[in-house]
């Protein structure tokens, strides 16, 4: 691997207080090098030592196999620029004034003329971060975000082979957030540009950086990929949080999730919230259950509360938060409630078929903390489930089920919906037991 920066054993801080122990690591040419931590953790003081601002008390920092100290200050310059935490003092210079004291290393002879490259530089960043438009205003006059964009054009007037940024994205909204990191990763890519950056948004750095450093009070916690760094239980015990481990629903990156407390209220669904009459079946859920289904309406994942099976019409209206099964069948619904408690959690069977099983909708409402993956792994128990309760049953050629698996996501977490899980094995005995009630109220010919 083509090394650009090297730290080696480094330890130092300020005056006699040491913040960073022992910190190693490396980075490629061309990578996008992200520095996580809570606050005080240790990362500017870090990105302070690597570029030249702090001095460290021992361990060694190279670029290029070179020691950082054998460099002089023009040619570090032009090895590397440093985007700081913006400051609200700033000085009464004007945008342009500004973004052109980053040619300074670029500049030759003893007047340090003014080069048509110095100018052409200036202005391609200005554009690039979108400051052109303010090139005659004060500084002083700008928002924090607008200032932020400011200094990243002067760091990149530098022209760096290694961009140093201490949370590049903290004053900018959405859109620039979005253009400014998009930019770095081509640059990272078409230009071998390598960026090390402090970021705050754990989302963020996995997104946009190719490996991340967790950093801890001063010392290396992890370095890998950011699947690898930001695994649930080492994030909960850094950042001292309640956080889940989800995954991107776009990109195959890790996505991390905070959970308010207040959204942990710790209510329990059971069948007072089941509502049956004669035409129809439904559970109007008092909070929002992450649901999987494969209904008529309301199929795939996302949260739901509503759920219907309706013998007349099915509603026309579009709900987002219902599911919807069809019993087009001029049949009696039947339906079986029971629930099964286990260690920790519980689940409520709801299964309404007609007398022919021309249709069998199943419903499994689950009082526990159920991840995305297991939540999909429950859907497939239930199904095998299913084929074994119908094991012995004639079915007409053409049925139509639908299914759902929805859960509070609240108490207990159960990571696995496998049949040979917990979960899966509730299911499982669950199912078997509650369809077999259903057939047997078939059979005397009315429901409970
Ligand atoms: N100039 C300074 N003099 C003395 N101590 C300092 C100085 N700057 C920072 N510290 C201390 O060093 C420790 C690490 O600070 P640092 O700024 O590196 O943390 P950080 O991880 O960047 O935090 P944040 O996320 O809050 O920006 C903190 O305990 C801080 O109080």
Redesign the pocket.
Known sequence: MDEMLQVEELSG???D?N??KNISFSVSRGEMFGIL????????????MISRLLPYKSGQITIDNRSLQTFSSKDFAKLMAVLP?VSSEVFPFTVKETVELGRYAHQRGLFHSWSREDESVVQEVMALTKVKGLQGVSLQELSGGERQRVFLAQALAQEPNILIL??PTNHLDLSHQKVLLDQMKRWTRQRGLTVVT?F?DLNLAALYCDRLLL?DE?EVIHIGTPEEVLNEPQIQKVYKTMIEKHSHPEVPKPNMVLIPETERDNRVIDESYLSRTEEAVMFHSPIPLKTIASASTGSGLGWKEKFIINRNQPSTEKDTKAVEMEAQYDEQLFTNYNTYQEDGFSILFVLTADRHLRFFHTWLFINGQVCENALIEAMTTALQGKELAFKEKIRPAETDDGIVVAATQKGVYLSSGRSSSELGQAILNGLLDSSEKLFQSMKVGMSN
Do not use: A, F, R
């Open positions: 801080g300020y005056s207080k913040i960073l931590g809570p606050n005080g953790s240790g990362k500017s003081t870090l990105l302070k935490q201490d949370e402090v705050h950093l001063g």
